[in-house]
Nanobody
């Protein structure tokens, strides 16, 4: 029933921008904290950004000042605006519901972001 679908990934040159979307069905996101994660080749999945129901955000040090997480509750969707992209941002990006205490739930399939030099 619950489904998260990531989209918006692609191939972009260093310094370029992409906007990722995470559309949810079977769950209402308005009261949820949402997170974006990424997994690069040979690395563990890492938390990139979170946004609470009230709009408070947190970012990994590696993306601060370049990425912005946002949400549109009317569309039941969360976004990740990625600017000034670097090759090291290359990864599969996933969104997830961040449940207090128990952690992330309801992973999507992910969307590939490739940044060329």
């Amino acid at each position: 029933q619950v489904q998260l679908v990531e989209s918006g990934g692609g191939l972009v040159q260093s310094g370029g921008s992409l906007r990722l979307s995470c559309a949810a069905s079977g769950i209402t996101l308005s009261t949820k904290t949402m997170g974006w994660y990424r997994q690069a080749p040979g690395k563990q999945r890492e938390l990139v950004a979170t946004i609470t129901n009230a709009g408070s955000t947190n970012y990994a040090d590696s993306v601060k000042g370049r990425f912005a997480i946002s949400r549109d509750n009317a569309k039941n969707t969360v976004y990740l605006q990625m600017n000034s992209l670097k090759p090291e941002d290359t990864a599969v990006y996933y969104c997830s519901v961040q449940v207090p205490v128990v952690g992330p739930r309801f992973w999507g399939q992910g969307t590939q972001v490739t940044v060329s030099s």
